[in-house]
């Protein structure tokens, strides 16, 4: 064992390091301590007969949903007050952006978020294109794949929802189905942006590049097979009597509660009120598609179960119609100024840009050289101001406030990401209920912790 | 070389971000390209005057309506409205907040019932109102949205907490004092919410570095990303 006293320098690259100074406790360093609060007021007394205890449950814990803490101070059985515990997750993406050109940023919005990645994007292209003034200049071809690619990515996103939720509550089969589909849907993904997951696919602009020549033709093949096994989902736990009885009437929250906590998405659908910002405030086109707002009037877990398997069938309704739209022209913005130019390609050493673009800066156009080189080292410039934009995503809304000092870098991002805002409801849909029921609650909102922590 | 910079003409409130001076980066080598003496003025979008067109006057109208029958002087409560890029802010003084923010809520023409948040900003070259809380407000009623915006000097990071109002402001308005240290008043239990509790600082504010540790790679080194050489933003 080495004798060795552990200190940490100051650090002449970080002035403002409040740990820079720090030495070993030993050597009569600082230590911090858990502590202060009112913790010494909920330690319950050993002697006492009450059966009422603090449990700590997560953040490592299978049902969880997620690294989610939840502290619950349980009498017996009953759960008599639940809060939570969030930030396991938290990886600065919101200050990074600070430091990246706005097209950069693309590539740490979509990681927020890591099940739904094409509506954080879009959410951030939004607001960079509205602070540009270019929402008008957004070729159809491009809003059209947009829509395409986020309604799959609802479907993907709630077929995790069931999964995960169906595996809390122990109905294996649901998680297995369900994962399954998803990867119908990964696939496509992959063969369109050559990821599965964290795509950076939507960029300010446009998107990043066309279709693949099959994509149309596999998309509308996989469309009737994965209704087919929705369908087969669908029919193992709509009318299961011990899924019902694990959720009809447990995670109560009714429509004064979803407006006071700011809640969106299923949950507040589920309360009988149709609020989806895709038919109030339409944005990449959505006017043009013919879907229902799905509601239910229960308020409960089964209420939001049964409007996520419902909104996967109005989501391929729309990947159909977003098939038959599609019509040949650009996916990026005609202004050179901002659009990427490159398109990518596959070659024998692997990805990179297609071979006509190295062909034509390197030998033909010299402003496209110029311009390459400008886009890719600098970026573009964004008008100073702030703006907001907000999308349904498949929790419920999901805003961008986005400040732009002038340059070529966020001044500041936020994301009003929907699972943060959606799980303060923990504590008034599990308090009172069993202990078992707040799993089934908690599933019911469908936290995604990357988005709450990001 | 720094130069004061024309304020514009008929411009009376604005912030100013920074001045930026040359168009590259680089410093301490000689400049031959001559962008080296590029001024210019980095600045957020002034006060509008009225009419402000569109459902704007409208909403402003019947702002200034309830908020006088409520006994409250708008033109104490309301510093300034701005209308840029189709959206309206209300720069509201913080003493004034809590009667704002419940006469949005509360009266039938406003019936702003939802908040969608509370996010920061930290503009450090804004003197004595560095700290900005951002507040976006949706009517669902009327399918509008608002922005309220209040600002308060780093030296007395103080805003009523607006809670009481909004409850869903709660996980917000603790991750705006976690990230920039702004203390909302009367919030129910104003503590951290992403960083550790004994956490130092506040990361979100734009005196926190970055972090990072320069990575070596074939015997070059690369510096973290907020000392990397970079072009003027």
Request: charged share 20%; net charge negative.
């Amino acid at each position: 064992m080495s004798t060795e006293n552990i200190t940490y320098t100051s650090s002449a690259a970080q002035p403002n390091d409040p740990y820079a100074n720090f030495s070993d406790p030993a050597e009569g360093g600082r230590i911090f301590n858990v502590g202060g609060g009112d913790w010494d007021s909920i330690t319950v007394d050993p002697e006492s007969d009450s059966e009422r205890i603090v449990v700590n449950m997560g953040p490592q814990h299978p049902s969880t949903h997620g690294v989610l803490r939840l502290i619950l101070e349980i009498e017996g059985e009953s759960v008599t007050e639940a809060r939570c515990g969030i930030g396991y997750l938290h990886t600065g993406i919101e200050k990074n952006m600070e430091f990246r050109s706005f097209t950069q940023g693309v590539t740490y919005a979509t990681r927020m978020d890591y099940l739904a990645p094409f509506f954080n994007e879009t959410a951030y292209c939004l607001a960079i294109e509205k602070l540009l003034g270019i929402t008008d200049q957004i070729p159809e071809r491009a809003n059209v794949i947009r829509v395409m690619m986020m309604e799959l990515n609802r479907v993907s996103s709630h077929l995790v929802a069931l999964a995960t939720g169906g595996m809390e509550l122990g109905a294996l089969t649901a998680m297995e189905f369900g994962f399954r589909e998803r990867e119908l849907i990964l696939d496509i993904f992959e063969m369109i942006t050559g990821l599965r997951m964290n795509n950076a696919y939507i960029r300010p602009g446009g998107v990043a590049q066309d279709l693949p020549d099959n994509a149309v033709e596999k998309i509308r093949e996989m469309i009737p097979l994965l209704r087919k096994r929705l369908k087969d989902t669908a029919d193992l736990l709509v009318d299961n009597n011990i899924w019902m009885g694990r959720t009809v009437g447990i995670g109560y929250l009714d429509l004064t509660g979803c407006m006071a906590l700011g809640i969106t998405g299923p949950v507040l659908r589920a309360t009988g009120y149709p609020h989806d910002l895709r038919k109030s405030q339409p944005y990449c086109g959505y006017e043009n598609y013919e879907f229902d707002v799905v509601t239910e009037n229960t308020n409960d877990a089964y209420g939001r179960f049964l409007i996520r398997i419902r909104e996967m069938h109005q989501s391929l309704r729309i990947v159909e119609q977003t098939l038959d739209r599609l019509q040949p022209g650009p996916v990026m913005i005609a202004d050179k100024k901002i659009a990427w130019p490159a398109q990518l390609s596959v070659g024998s050493d692997g990805q990179g840009n297609s071979l006509e673009h190295i062909r034509e800066i390197m030998s033909e156009s010299m402003e496209a050289l110029i311009h390459h080189f400008k886009l890719v080292t600098e970026g573009f410039r964004v008008p100073a101001g702030q703006v907001y934009t907000a999308i349904e995503a498949p929790r419920g809304e999901l805003g961008c406030h986005l400040v732009s000092s002038g340059g070529t870098r966020p001044f500041r991002v936020h994301f009003r990401d929907p699972s943060f805002t959606n799980l303060q409801a923990v504590a008034a849909m599990c308090e009172g209920g069993q202990i078992a029921d707040v799993i089934a609650a908690v599933a019911s909102i469908d936290p995604v912790m990357g988005g709450v922590d990001r | 070389m720094s130069q004061v910079p024309v304020v514009p003409e008929g411009v009376s409130q604005f912030e100013v971000f920074h001045v930026r001076e040359g168009a590259f980066g680089g410093t301490g080598s000689g400049d031959t390209s001559g962008f080296g003496g590029l001024v210019e003025l980095m600045h957020m979008p002034e006060a509008s005057t009225r009419p402000f067109g569109g459902w704007f006057d409208e909403i402003s109208d019947e702002l200034e309506l309830s908020l006088a029958a409520r006994e409250v002087n708008a033109g104490d409560a309301i510093e300034k409205v701005v209308i840029a890029f189709d959206e309206i802010t209300f720069f509201v003084r913080r003493e004034y907040l809590l009667s704002v923010l419940s006469t949005l809520r509360d009266e039938p023409g406003l019936r702003f019932e939802f908040s969608t948040g509370v996010s920061g900003v930290h503009y450090p070259s804004d003197t004595n109102r560095e700290l900005h809380a951002v507040y976006h407000l949706m009517s669902m009623t009327h399918n509008h949205r608002i922005r309220v915006e209040v600002v308060t000097a780093d030296s007395d990071r103080h805003i009523p907490s607006s809670v009481s109002i909004y409850p869903t402001n709660d996980w917000h308005e603790r991750e705006t004092f976690d990230f920039f240290g702004i203390v909302f008043d009367g919030h129910p239990a104003l503590t951290r919410i992403q960083m550790p509790d004994d956490w130092p600082g506040h990361p979100q504010r734009k005196d926190y570095p970055l972090g990072g540790i320069p990575i070596e790679y074939k015997g070059a080194t690369i510096p973290p990303p907020d000392q990397r050489r970079a072009y003027n933003s």
